[in-house]
Structure formats: structure tokens, C-alpha cells
Nanobody, 123 residues
């Protein structure tokens, strides 16, 4: 079992920045690839970014590439999502997820999920 708790969401103006954190507890954090997903009202859950177990490789959606950075600190059992140049279309509930073994863009392939944190970008 892995428990995930996100934090760092909030209200920010267009062009601003936020850093989300996802703290894990339970089984060895370094055994899991981690992902960030988001879901806006009335829309399906969307892949944002993922990172390998070691942190050596990352993948981003086209919509956030160049603006968001995923990273992890295995010693702290935490994964981060640094978001810059935020746009109104980034408004969503952001959730982190853990997947045993390899990375994936598919949310159905993740084993554990956090409860999510709201990010609202206002113009």
C-alpha cells in the first residue's frame, strides 16, 4: 500500500507559478514511477507528466511541455510539479499517482492515487 497526499494548490494569476508536492508513505517510494494528472470540470482526467523511479527520465504532455517540471526526492518520498507561465486552461484538480515499475501516460495503469489539490488560474 502507498498513501499519497498532495499539497500546494491554490489561486494564482495568469502567468504565475505554483509548486505542487505529493508526499508518499507506506511501501518504498523508490519502487514506483510517479505521475501527475489533472481533471477540469466536465472533462476527462488528463495526463500531465511522469517520472521514472530514479528520476532520470521524464515525459510531459504537449500542453505543459516547457512550462511544467516534474521532479522527485526519493529520500523525502516526495514528487513535485513545478508549474510556471500558468494559463487559465491549467485550472483543474491535480492528482499524483504511483505506478509499480515503468512510466505510463494512461491513468488506468496507476496503482495508487492521492485525493487531489485544486489549482485555479485567474486572468
Amino acid at each position: 500500500q502507498v498513501q499519497l497526499v498532495e499539497s500546494g494548490g491554490g489561486l494564482v494569476q495568469t502567468g504565475g507559478s505554483l509548486r505542487l508536492s505529493c508526499a508518499a508513505s507506506g511501501r518504498a517510494f523508490s519502487m514506483y514511477s510517479m505521475g501527475w494528472f489533472r481533471q477540469a470540470p466536465g472533462k476527462e482526467r488528463e495526463f500531465v507528466a511522469t517520472i521514472t523511479r530514479s528520476g532520470g527520465s521524464t515525459i510531459y504532455s504537449d500542453s505543459v511541455k516547457g512550462r511544467f517540471t516534474i521532479s522527485r526526492d526519493n529520500a523525502k518520498s516526495t514528487v513535485y510539479l513545478q508549474m510556471t507561465s500558468l494559463k487559465s486552461e491549467d485550472t483543474a484538480v491535480y492528482s499524483c499517482a504511483a505506478r509499480f515499475v515503468g512510466v505510463s501516460r494512461n491513468p488506468t495503469e496507476y496503482n495508487y492515487w492521492g485525493q487531489g489539490t485544486q489549482v485555479t488560474v485567474s486572468s
